[in-house]
């Protein structure tokens, strides 16, 4: 696959309809569709230019990054921060696995690397004129703790519903808060106009040869500690940690395999590789809000497409379950995006067969919500296959109850709901049900056929978004009388005046005859509303896009046609 030097778009230069480099650009409004990855894609170094390089820009050279790494002076504020053995689950899958602390950093993630090795190369006159950066995240506490370090002054900006742990964590660092608008394309759009009003200078979170440099200084550190290394796992969000990271280990040892692993909903890298240069995915999942990108960097996708060896997919279910890991080894909690990696790695392994090998992966950060964590104890023995969902339907009659758990055997039981059926024989009961599972998708499917075989009608809910993040909290059943309805899953900002905005824009004009809100204590909620008579109904689908919630259609869904639908 040929490799296309092409001219790094920052936030100050990207150009018209593109969006804009940014941490936390899961908002932004694109109108460019995403390209679903194909097959045949290939890494490596050694390809040519391609026709998309802009004329007199040359693409800085693996050795050159690798002296910028080399010289970085990060640990002014930095730490050196260990590589640890994770013994237990080393023995789980058979492979000597390590994890790079960068929890352990002064801001609780890698970002100080690249936020400081940026700003350490102002100039007397930059440094004057102050720096100013648009984040609710991670990059937002590194740029405001080297500020304090290199006496430069820092203005965040930050959405107005930012919560206040995130807005007290950069003012402890010494950045100035100036919160504005009500997402973050609005916060950004005023930083921007910070820069060129009053010329203060942009620090992008990775679009940078200065910030990838920095942040390599952790691939530097994983060498120092384990040359050895067979295979280093390193999350993408917008590049910088990956390119980095891969530059600098394959400079050092090109035996060593640097695999990038994105979350499946947010792989702005897969669909980067695809098209042969960077585009902008139509919505992101913000359950890993610190790799939620919609597109991914010009100058991160050229050095990630020439020094990655591979690129991998996870579920939220799998980064759920390398959250527990890393707490069952070393009592950290990690924020979704900073295990990333780990899932990464057990997935890869799994499907490779690996075994016998050191594995590394990068804890990349844990500044996380702590009321999200309910969400994830709850997905996580999903997502290592240890809990199986089903739907079932047993007769009403005297002992059906006892005859059916009688073919769970001494299986654990995690979840049970139930409500009388019709005694009339018509309408069987339909129970909801959680198994703990020791033999993972295997048993599953075998507690699945030993039901069908004893006669129940059952459907395995395990994949089905909906029933694990709706249908098992809800209450109501099925209708009493017949509806047509068509029902939507929402991502609704957790904000105030969210759900006043739905029901404007939705709740006047049509009726809505099922909704379902969950708090995960993260920056959006989940919502499940069905509304009559919609199918169809091009008013109905130009409101929803007035909405601007993603929407979608979850009519269809297993749970949802079990447990909720109208007969």
Not at 125 to 146: K, M
Not at 373 to 399: K, M, N, Q, T
Not at 440 to 464: F, H, N, P, Q
Request: with cysteine.
């Amino acid at each position: 696959m040929s490799h296309e030097a092409s001219r790094p778009v920052s936030e100050e230069n990207a150009p018209a309809g593109q969006v804009p480099n940014t941490e936390e650009n899961a908002g932004t409004e694109t109108t460019a569709a995403a390209t679903t990855a194909g097959a045949g894609t290939t890494f490596g170094a050694g390809a040519t230019a391609g026709a998309d390089s802009t004329a007199g820009t040359e693409a800085i050279s693996g050795a050159e990054y690798l002296k910028k790494i080399v010289s970085a002076p990060v640990y002014r504020v930095a730490t050196n921060t260990p590589l640890e053995n994770m013994e237990t689950l080393s023995k789980r899958i058979g492979n000597e696995v390590l994890v790079k602390r960068e929890d352990l950093q002064p801001v609780h993630s890698f970002k100080i690397r690249g936020a400081f090795n940026r700003m350490s190369q102002l100039t007397d006159d930059e440094r004057a004129r102050g720096v100013v950066a648009a984040s609710a995240g991670n990059h937002a506490q590194g740029v405001a703790l080297s500020g304090t370090e290199l006496g430069v002054r820092t203005v965040i900006v930050m959405p107005e519903v930012t919560p206040s742990i995130k807005i007290d964590a950069v003012r402890s660092f010494g950045g100035e808060v100036l919160l504005h608008g009500a997402n973050f394309d609005e916060a950004k759009a005023k930083a921007m106009e910070l820069s060129e009003v009053e010329g203060m200078v942009w620090v992008a979170p990775f679009d940078d040869e200065a910030v990838i440099a920095g942040q390599g200084t952790a691939g530097l550190e994983i060498f120092q500690s384990r040359p050895d290394v067979d295979r280093v796992f390193v999350q993408v969000g917008g590049g910088g940690l990956a390119a980095g990271i891969s530059v600098l280990l394959k400079e050092l040892d090109p035996n060593i395999q640097v695999i990038g692993v994105e979350p499946e909903e947010s792989a702005c890298l897969t669909h980067a590789l695809a098209a042969g240069h960077p585009v902008a995915l139509d919505h992101v999942s913000l359950f890993a809000e610190g790799v939620a990108v919609k597109q991914i960097g010009s100058e991160t996708f050229r050095v990630c497409r020439e020094y990655l060896d591979d690129v991998i997919t996870v579920s939220s279910d799998e980064i759920s379950a390398a959250i527990k890991d890393i707490f069952d080894d070393t009592r950290a909690i990690a924020e979704p995006a900073g295990a990333v990696a780990l899932a990464g790695l057990k997935r890869y392994a799994a499907d490779h067969q690996v075994e016998g090998e050191t594995l590394a992966h990068v804890l990349s950060g844990a500044n996380v919500n702590f009321h999200s964590l309910r969400y994830v104890s709850e997905r996580a023995e999903i997502g290592e296959g240890g809990e199986g969902i089903f739907g079932v339907s047993i007769p009403e009659r005297e002992g059906a109850f006892l005859e059916f758990c009688k073919i769970l055997g001494h299986r654990a039981v995690t979840e049970f709901s139930y409500r009388v059926g019709q005694r009339d024989g018509e309408k069987p009961a339909r129970i909801f049900v959680g198994v703990k599972l020791k033999n993972g998708e295997d048993e599953r499917k075998a507690i699945a056929e030993d039901l069908r075989e004893a006669g129940y009608g059952v459907v395995d809910l395990s994949d089905d978004d909906v029933a694990k993040e709706h249908v098992r909290y809800m209450i109501g059943g099925t209708p009493g009388q017949h509806v047509d309805e068509t029902a939507y899953s929402f991502e609704f900002p957790e904000n105030p005046g969210a759900l006043l905005h739905f029901l404007e824009v939705l709740g006047t004009r049509w009726n809505i005859t099922g909704f379902h809100y969950r708090s995960f204590g993260m920056d959006h909620g989940r919502v499940l509303a069905a509304f009559e008579d919609v199918s169809g109904d091009a008013e109905f689908q130009e409101h929803l896009q007035q909405l601007g919630y993603h929407a979608t259609d979850v009519t269809d869904s297993p749970a949802y046609d079990f447990f909720i639908s109208a007969e």
